[in-house]
């Protein structure tokens, strides 16, 4: 048996061929892969499977001949903790080119920290870009009764993380649908979650700023 020894340098090109495996797909011609990692606005909660935003996209892409595989990997009820805890996970086994984060409304919603909420996206963002991967990250924003303040504060950390990492940005995924003249029609029941009709609009809140990083 034939031993090799690897110098420095040959440690340093495996490292960066490695971490930019994702990058190298893409720029030759393999399809992009796009890995959304959500909550149940990107899961298809209370709806018929295929009406969801995320499986809109998937037909957007192959109406308009982009070449590229969409991963729903998307979980009612998840927090941000829950999505950086499975984020390397997901990395490893897709391999993804993009990454569409868009998690942050259950943390709200149980009142956690801000600034855990911030350091998740934040790791998230950045183990995904060590991987070779885009991201676009999806803002959400929460009712008036909140408190302006904390409405203010919890919206402006997904601005300050897009800018710190330099990515894609989504301000608000349910604008058009939560902020319109008589939002509660496009609202499920639990006046939380949008019906059908809304996931069109909820693409289109996402599809400039993804299409944005995709191969021309």
Same mark, same amino acid.
Request: charge should be positive; aromatic fraction near 6%; charged fraction near 20%.
């Given at each position: ?6 110098? *420095?340098?040959? =440690?340093?090109?495996?490292?960066? &061929? ?15 892969? !796009?890995? %959304? %990692? ?15 935003? %995320? ?14 595989? +969409?991963? @729903?990997?998307? !979980? ?24 569409? !984060?868009?998690?942050?409304? @259950? ?12 350091? @998740? ?16 990250? +999806? ?6 009764? #909140?408190?302006?303040? #904390? &409405? ?12 710190? #990492? ?5 301000? =608000?995924?349910?604008?058009? %649908? ?26 289109? @809140? +996402?599809?400039?700023?993804? *299409? ?5």
């Amino acid at each position: 048996m034939q031993l090799v020894t690897w110098s *420095r340098r040959d =440690f340093i090109v495996a490292s960066l &061929a490695a971490s930019c495996g994702a990058a190298r797909a893409a720029a030759g011609g393999s399809p992009p892969v !796009i890995l %959304v %990692v959500g909550d149940s606005l990107s899961a298809e909660y209370g709806l018929k499977r295929g009406t969801g935003w %995320v499986a809109l996209l998937d037909q957007r892409l192959a109406k308009q001949k982009l070449a590229a595989r +969409v991963v @729903n990997a998307s !979980i009612s009820g998840d927090t941000t903790s829950g999505g950086r805890a499975r984020l390397g996970a997901l990395l490893q086994q897709h391999k993804p080119t993009h990454v569409v !984060i868009e998690l942050g409304g @259950n943390d709200a919603l149980r009142g956690l920290p801000l600034a855990m909420t911030e350091d @998740n996206l934040a790791k998230m963002t950045e183990a995904a870009q060590k991987a070779g991967a885009r991201v676009l990250l +999806v803002g959400m924003q929460v009712p008036p009764n #909140y408190g302006t303040d #904390y &409405a203010n504060r919890f919206s402006g950390l997904f601005a300050r993380v897009a800018k710190q #990492y330099k990515t894609g940005f989504v301000p =608000f995924l349910l604008q058009g %649908v939560a902020d319109g003249p008589d939002p509660m029609k496009l609202f499920q029941a639990d006046r939380i979650h949008p019906r059908e009709e809304a996931h069109p609009m909820m693409l289109d @809140n +996402v599809w400039p700023e993804l *299409r944005k990083l995709l191969p021309k």
